[in-house]
């Protein structure tokens, strides 16, 4: 299916949506964006709830969200099925999505630590200082994987720097070195990937927490480089 008539696709079902399922929703969007999962080959995310930050003290009536059906997505799941039914895809992604919805508000104190994080996140992404754990207040994909808006964090915590590190994305194993004079906490940008996400890959590496750890000397600022993943065979 063509984005222009995804799109109107996603007008249609929106229409279908009772008014009081949308309360609270800034927006249905269609994306050309491709999501690979992070760990599972073949699967790709299809939509997500995306929370809007509230403005201060407008309490949890004030908590809005937009949701985004990814085209690129449902493109690429249907090479893998020759009977792929776009319409009742569409519709049940943006059905979930919508309960996804219902659920953040709900949950509006966890909202705080995601918008702290993504502050953190635009500071590093400016060059300004950082907490080097902010990720772990992002939205956890699967053990070890988190999510701020296009980027995913990929967890490591280690006792010392490795000489190369190994992680899986998208169904595949890859592997990269630590650069030289890497110390912790440490970020390294990805590239090399076959199925890349929207924003960046990185591999955080940080101290393994113990009780060690409250006799060392507190880690400095966080390293951060740019690494080239090469696949494992």
């Not at 994306?31 to 760990?39: A, D, E, F, I």
């Not at 099925?81 to 996804?100: C, K, N, Q, S, V």
């Not at 300004?128 to 754990?133: H, I, K, S, Y």
Request: net charge negative.
């Amino acid at each position: 299916m063509r984005f222009t008539d995804f799109e109107a696709l996603g007008r249609r079902l929106e229409a279908e949506v009772p008014p009081q399922f949308l309360d609270g929703v800034a927006g249905i969007e269609v994306s050309r964006k491709v999501l690979p999962h992070p760990t599972r080959a073949e699967i790709y995310t299809l939509g997500e709830c995306i929370p809007v930050p509230a403005e201060a003290g407008g309490g949890d009536e004030g908590i809005q969200s937009r949701v985004v059906l990814y085209h690129g997505s449902f493109r690429a799941l249907a090479q893998y099925h020759h009977d792929f039914d776009w319409r009742a895809e569409a519709w049940e992604t943006l059905t979930h999505e919508l309960r996804h919805h219902l659920e953040w508000r709900a949950r509006a104190p966890d909202l705080e630590a995601f918008d702290w994080a993504a502050e953190q996140n635009f500071a590093r992404l400016d060059g300004e200082a950082f907490d080097p754990l902010f990720h772990l207040s992002a939205e956890p994909v699967v053990k070890g994987v988190f999510r701020l808006d296009d980027d995913f964090f990929l967890d490591q915590p280690v006792r010392e720097v490795p000489a190369e590190v190994r992680f899986d994305w998208h169904g595949a194993r890859y592997r990269i070195p630590a650069p030289e004079g890497t110390t912790l906490p440490a970020l390294l940008s990805v590239t090399g990937v076959a199925e890349p996400p929207p924003g960046e890959l990185i591999v955080v590496l940080r101290r393994t927490p113990g009780l060690m750890a409250l006799f060392r000397k507190a880690d400095g600022p966080p390293f951060q480089e740019q690494v080239r993943a090469v696949p494992v065979a």
